[in-house]
């Protein structure tokens, strides 16, 4: 039996706001990186939350305790499902993340193409990494597609970065 694709065309982010109470606000610096990753990810998305029906939708994301909470709603503001994300599986992640893109900045400055190569494919892989791990933790609740969790990662490393 032949399963067809879905149609996907409004199944999409459309807008995505984030909760001042519990992430807050930060310095210049990293609010233009968080509109940077929200626009990235607003600009081009597969977001398609199980069992709901077609969207488009809306994103805010806030965290509660050791959890991202993804309010997710119609474009209408009508409220389509609540879902809380461990962050424990990317705290080990987005450290080496930011570990490695230092290494990287640094490395543009003084180092060799070779090697300024080899630790940007070094940080590829590991936003590989959380964008997969991502993928997973939604699985069954969320269907996202890789470039979709890459942008996802991105905002949620944004999120825990501290300038």
Same mark, same amino acid.
């Given at each position: 039996?032949?399963?067809? *694709?879905?149609d996907?065309?409004?199944?999409?982010i @459309?807008?995505v706001?984030?909760?001042?109470?519990? =992430? /807050?606000r930060s +310095?210049?610096?990293?609010e233009?990186?968080?509109?940077?990753?929200i626009?990235?990810?607003? *600009?081009?998305?597969?977001?398609?939350p199980?069992? @709901?029906?077609?969207g488009?939708?809306?994103?805010? =994301? /806030?965290?509660? +305790?050791?959890?991202?909470?993804f309010?997710?709603?119609?474009e209408?503001?009508?409220?389509?499902?609540?879902?809380?994300?461990?962050?424990?599986?990317?705290?080990?992640?987005v450290?080496?993340?930011?570990?490695?893109?230092?290494?990287?900045y640094q490395?543009?400055?003084?180092?060799?193409?070779?090697?300024?190569?080899?630790?940007?494919?070094?940080?590829?892989?590991i936003?590989d990494?959380?964008?997969?791990?991502?993928?997973?933790?939604?699985?069954?609740?969320?269907?996202?597609?890789?470039?979709?969790?890459?942008?996802?990662?991105?905002?949620?490393?944004?999120l825990?970065?501290?300038?």
């Amino acid at each position: 039996m032949s399963q067809q *694709e879905p149609d996907d065309s409004r199944n999409c982010i @459309v807008a995505v706001t984030l909760d001042e109470e519990s =992430i /807050g606000r930060s +310095g210049p610096d990293i609010e233009h990186e968080r509109a940077i990753a929200i626009y990235d990810l607003v *600009e081009k998305n597969l977001f398609a939350p199980e069992g @709901v029906g077609e969207g488009p939708f809306t994103l805010h =994301i /806030g965290i509660t +305790g050791n959890r991202l909470m993804f309010d997710i709603r119609r474009e209408d503001g009508s409220p389509v499902m609540v879902h809380l994300l461990s962050l424990s599986p990317f705290r080990r992640i987005v450290k080496d993340y930011f570990m490695i893109c230092d290494s990287y900045y640094q490395a543009i400055r003084t180092a060799t193409p070779d090697k300024i190569e080899a630790i940007d494919m070094g940080r590829r892989g590991i936003h590989d990494e959380g964008s997969r791990t991502l993928q997973e933790r939604l699985a069954g609740k969320v269907r996202i597609d890789f470039e979709t969790a890459r942008r996802l990662f991105t905002l949620i490393s944004v999120l825990h970065w501290k300038g």
